[in-house]
């Protein structure tokens, strides 16, 4: 039925398959910042703190009856751990994305978003009709035009990612001083930072030091540094009161995964009482990095530009003979064709540098 369409992908070098990798690679793939995707001791925390409760499992929406004192308990703990006056527990980054964009940008307000902001927050643009303006990514200048070009009267919301998924750069901090300056609210997708950057590994608001306020909203996803499934959003007790009240995945979607909750919970507590401990781990890996490639990074996602679709499949099989997983990330989703490499903690320094010199080699 879709053979055409399957064939010109293909065709395209853009064919996508899933996959069960070899769990004897070394992961330089995953999202899994802090490697605690395989730390048994986080998961018999999270089952003992199942344990002390009679129901473990969602069973409805958040509101009929589906809310849980452990999510209760999440959502407390980060948004005080993030300076923020109330949290919410929503069931992924994408459902995230799809509330705050479609409930938050109401008639007469502008929606102004990164141009590489994540498919989940772009999709979901093609329902605002022309409420949305999208600005050369992360340039500040240009988004400052927009915002002078708009003499509307509704609300300007503007939309970025802390670490960009792909390329691994930081949001430009001119961009929270427009926000100030132009009395915007703010969204800040911290799926790549929270758990990352910061010197106790909070993201871009401790990065850049700067106090969250009532027309800063951070969203962040448990599927990654957390080491679980799942996502968050804090911001103000209003703005989690309108997206309670107006927020469609949050409203008619069954509460978000109890036992992913409280294992991001746990995994979160550790991440802060050995915030240092990880902090350090994570500035031996740019040192790394600069030692073999000369790149000063500051996030863990290490692109490196491929010439075609085709090189970069091939470059990632070489490098699975090797022993090796990176990601190979293709047009659409990029521009240019990249090898994603991700220096993560759960990998060892000696394989990282293992696996530069396999790179240099080619
Ligand atoms: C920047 C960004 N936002 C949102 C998401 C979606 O999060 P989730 O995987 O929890 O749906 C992702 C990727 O997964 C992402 O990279």
């Excluded at 004192?69 to 992924?92: C, D, M, P």
């Excluded at 978003?113 to 927050?121: F, M, P, R, T």
């Excluded at 999709?123 to 992360?138: P, Q, Y």
């Excluded at 915002?147 to 919301?157: A, P």
Aim: aromatic share 8%; proline share 3%; with cysteine.
């Amino acid at each position: 039925m879709y053979q055409k369409e399957l064939n010109a992908i293909k065709k395209s070098g853009r064919f996508r398959q899933r996959k069960v990798w070899d769990k004897e690679l070394i992961d330089f793939a995953s999202n899994d910042y802090l490697g605690l995707a395989n730390n048994k001791k986080q998961l018999k925390k999270a089952l003992n703190l199942l344990d002390e409760y009679t129901i473990h499992s969602p069973k409805a929406s958040m509101l009929v009856n589906g809310y849980h004192e452990i999510h209760e308990r999440f959502e407390q703990s980060l948004a005080k751990l993030n300076g923020f006056e109330e949290g919410i527990v929503v069931g992924s980054g994408f459902l995230a994305n799809v509330s705050l964009i479609e409930a938050l940008v109401r008639k007469k307000d502008m929606l102004f978003i990164d141009e590489e902001y994540h498919a989940s927050g772009m999709m979901t643009t093609g329902l605002l009709a022309d409420r949305v303006v999208k600005f050369r990514h992360n340039d500040p200048n240009d988004l400052e035009e927009k915002l002078k070009k708009f003499n509307g009267d509704g609300r300007k919301i503007i939309a970025v990612e802390g670490v960009y998924s792909m390329s691994g750069a930081l949001c430009d901090r001119a961009i929270f001083d427009l926000v100030d300056k132009y009395e915007a609210l703010m969204i800040v997708d911290e799926a790549h930072s929270s758990g990352v950057i910061g010197e106790n590994l909070l993201g871009i608001f401790e990065y850049y030091n700067i106090e969250p306020h009532e027309r800063h909203i951070k969203m962040g996803t448990l599927g990654k540094a957390y080491g679980s499934y799942g996502a968050y959003i804090l911001a103000s007790s209003h703005i989690i009161s309108f997206l309670i009240n107006r927020g469609k995945p949050i409203i008619y979607s069954t509460a978000p995964s109890v036992i992913d909750t409280a294992l991001a919970l746990v995994n979160i507590e550790t991440v802060a009482k050995n915030s240092s401990k990880y902090y350090e781990k994570i500035q031996k890996r740019y040192e790394i990095i600069e030692k073999h490639l000369g790149i000063r990074s500051q996030s863990l996602i290490l692109p490196i530009e491929m010439p075609t679709n085709s090189t970069t499949i091939e470059m990632q099989k070489h490098l699975i003979k090797k022993g090796f997983l990176v990601g190979a990330i293709r047009q659409p989703t990029v521009e240019k064709p990249i090898l994603r490499v991700i220096p993560r903690v759960g990998s060892s320094k000696k394989s990282l540098e293992k696996l530069f010199q396999n790179l240099k080699k080619t």
